[in-house]
């Protein structure tokens, strides 16, 4: 056999070699196939966080259905209605995208918004003047659903809710045939413990929050320290002792409950304001945005924001 047949034979034998290894390997189709069903069951081992909520919705026709099923099951429900999943990447979520990275990169979206709707509080408060149900959430979109039997406070929690981007479901019956003192009062310790139980231990939020807000003739002042000690500076002069049904002295009561079951420093003072509707609303406007500043995460921070280690 000459050298050229010898050479030849010898790149027949190697492209054969190859053929064979290429064979042994499994294609592409293979592989997404067994990245979803690897992301099926690393889904189906998502904790089972429940609520009563329905309608759970990603409006993706290209997910797998299987997908679909199990994050039904396994991940958060909605916490309203008709909310889909959203990469913050990309105008919508879309993780079947045909490449090698499909596993990776949706458990990885998956997992991050799972972690941001568990910044989320369920109380109900029963007592023999008020029955109180609500849910909230810090990384909302301003949804309100607010019934307390009370038009303007619920007008006031709805600004509050709208203007700090939570999510807010809150049902109040209370006494209000001796007066809407226990309601506004008992709303504000609910609405407290929520905000504390939905920050968790406060790693990675900024913490403190202040912002300056006015509202026609009238100029608000409010600071936050998500200290863990709770504390309430409120200073306002009002004109009227009424506001629709609600009496203007529940403005400082509802803060304080809020501020000492949040465990919050809070500071509240008007600048400026003749009109008691005006005064108070700037007041539950100017809480919203700085607690929504306090509450933000900052992925420059590691853990708890204080020299100390933690926040309690």
């Keep these: 056999m000459d050298e050229g047949q010898q050479n030849k034979k010898n790149d027949q034998n190697i492209l054969e070699q190859q053929n064979q290894d290429n064979y042994n390997q499994p294609n592409e189709r293979e592989l997404i196939k067994k990245q979803e069903e690897q992301q099926i069951q690393k889904t189906k081992e998502m904790p089972a966080l429940k609520y009563y909520f329905s309608n759970f919705n990603i409006d993706n026709k290209q997910i797998n259905q299987d997908i679909k099923d199990s994050l039904k099951e396994n991940a958060f429900f909605d916490f309203f209605e008709n909310r889909n999943y959203q990469n913050p990447d990309k105008n919508q979520w879309n993780p079947t995208e045909n490449t090698p990275n499909f596993q990776e990169s949706e458990i990885q979206i998956t997992e991050r918004k799972v972690n941001t709707m568990a910044r989320f509080a369920a109380i109900t ?11 909230f959430a810090l990384d909302g979109t301003g949804k309100a659903e607010i019934d307390t039997g009370i038009g303007f406070f619920d007008h006031m929690l709805t600004s509050f809710t709208k203007h700090g981007f939570f999510d807010l479901k809150l049902n109040v019956k209370g006494d209000l045939y001796v007066d809407a003192h226990h309601t506004v009062e008992d709303t504000g310790i609910v609405l407290g413990q929520a905000i504390r139980r939905a920050l968790g231990d406060k790693a990675g939020i900024k ?20 200290s863990g000690r709770p504390f309430l500076n409120f200073s306002a ?3 009227a002792e009424r506001v629709g049904y609600f009496d203007t002295e529940l403005v400082r009561e509802f803060f304080y409950a809020v501020s000492y079951n949040a465990g919050m420093n809070l500071h509240i003072k008007q600048i ?26 900052d992925p420059r921070i590691v853990g708890a924001l204080s020299t100390k280690g933690t926040i309690v």
């Design 125 to 135: 408060r029963t007592t023999k003047e008020t029955d109180i149900s609500l849910d």
């Design 207 to 226: 913490r403190y929050g202040s912002f300056l807000l006015p509202m026609d003739e009238t100029l608000v002042m409010c600071a936050i320290d998500l």
């Design 237 to 239: 002069v009002f004109g």
């Design 272 to 297: 400026d304001g003749e009109n008691s509707h005006h005064i108070i609303e700037a007041m539950f406007k100017a809480f919203a945005k700085a607690l929504d500043m306090a509450v933000s995460e």
